[in-house]
């Protein structure tokens, strides 16, 4: 009855014989013993069990906690006057202190601290910031890899804070766990004093020549607050391909209310600006911007008249020769030959692109007189050089 509620595993187990049997040869015997098939595979899953969990345990990795993005720092935060703006200048941080880059998007928090005249420029601006860019403000104001923010001073700050100090400085950040600011250290700081500056240039005009675009424009009177202009300044010149913000560079500066710009080629658009410059216990500060001028020169300046005509006749031809133009854009020379009454006539078919010229259709008995014109690649022709004569016997 037990054998056949219960399974069993038959197992042959050799049973050691007794001393006296083996001593005489006896034959070993043999007994089955019996094993309940449970018990066995019981063992065996918890041996399988124990085993996947040793294995499980030593392949595993140990837990990394969570990566903080926290921003580099930024060194490079400067600031400068324009009129009643401050113009100031970082590079936003792109990687976070761990050296990799940032994943998570970027804030900025700008501050800004003032001591009126009189006082001393503050070490460290504090809360609440001046603005908070993100997101779209960050593009929108980033250009070649810098950002720059405007911060504007009403004509009353302005007022009230000339001749004091502002300070500036500003920290990155990101959103961790449930939006909890993970921010940089501070900034660099950027001091200034504010400086009381001429109003804007006016009457900004250019004209054109062969050789340099001239600039002149009017002085400023008065400064932002009213003031009188006690000294004269300097000024600086800035020009742009497009004429867009951002895309204006300074191409130098003068003393007087005029500025000669010889880099420049025609056909291509300039626009210029001007702002005046001050200079006070070494600092300096710009006024705000004159009105823009636009301006495409135009090339309508012929070469100058080729000098040194001079011509023999060979006995079978006039040969002609003259010194050469040296204009950067010489086309090439015309030759023009009239007999007394007659209007000159042009004699070659093609521009001549050195500075000589055979007449092969010289005549005898005939007196010439002959000049030379002088191309340039935008179809100016010159005044035509002085006379040659030449009898032909």
């Not at 929108?140 to 911060?151: I, P, Q």
């Not at 300096?284 to 009105?291: G, K, V």
């Not at 636009?294 to 023999?312: H, N, Q, T």
Request: neutral net charge; glycine residues 8%; charged residues 20%.
């Amino acid at each position: 009855m037990r054998d056949r509620l219960w399974p069993v595993l038959n197992v042959r187990r050799r049973q050691t014989p007794a001393c006296g049997a083996s001593r005489r040869g006896a034959p070993r015997s043999i007994r089955d013993e019996r094993v309940p098939i449970g018990s066995f595979c019981a063992i065996c899953l918890i041996c399988g069990l124990t085993w996947g969990l040793l294995v499980g345990c030593a392949a595993q990795s140990p837990p990394r906690p969570p990566r903080i993005e926290r921003p580099e720092t930024v060194k490079d935060l400067t600031a400068a006057q324009v009129g009643q703006i401050i113009d100031l200048h970082f590079t936003a941080p792109d990687k976070a202190t761990d050296g990799q880059g940032l994943t998570k998007p970027l804030e900025i928090d700008l501050f800004r601290a003032a001591a009126p005249p009189g006082g001393k420029a503050a070490p460290a601006p504090s809360a609440p910031p001046l603005a908070v860019l993100k997101g779209s403000d960050l593009a929108r104001l980033t250009s070649a890899g810098k950002l720059e923010y405007r911060d504007s001073l009403n004509r009353a700050e302005f007022q009230r804070l000339v001749g004091g100090f502002l300070t500036y400085q500003l920290r990155g950040l990101t959103r961790g766990f449930r939006g909890r600011p993970i921010e940089s250290a501070p900034s660099n700081t950027a001091i200034l004093r504010l400086l009381n500056v001429p109003e804007a240039p006016s009457g900004l005009a250019v004209d054109v020549t062969a050789s340099a675009l001239q600039l002149h424009w009017s002085a400023p009177s008065r400064t932002v607050t009213g003031q009188p202009v006690s000294a004269a300044g300097r000024y600086r010149i800035y020009r742009s391909d497009t004429g867009t913000p951002g895309s204006y560079t300074a191409v130098g500066e003068s003393p007087d209310t005029s500025f000669s710009d010889a880099s420049f080629d025609f056909g291509h658009l300039y626009v210029y600006r001007v702002r005046a410059l001050i200079t006070e216990a070494s600092q300096s500060a710009e006024s705000a911007d004159s009105p823009a001028v636009e301006i495409v020169p135009r090339d309508v300046f012929p070469p100058a008249a080729p000098a040194g005509l001079s011509g023999v006749y060979t006995g079978k031809e006039v040969d002609l020769i003259w010194s050469p133009n040296t204009e950067a854009d010489l086309a090439g020379y015309n030759i023009y030959r009239n007999t007394a009454g007659e209007k000159p006539v042009k004699l070659n078919a093609e521009l001549l692109r050195s500075p000589l010229y055979r007449d092969t259709t010289a005549t005898a008995g005939h007196r010439y007189t002959y000049r030379v014109t002088a191309m340039d690649t935008n179809d100016n022709e010159s005044v035509p050089s002085e006379e040659a004569v030449v009898d032909v016997p």
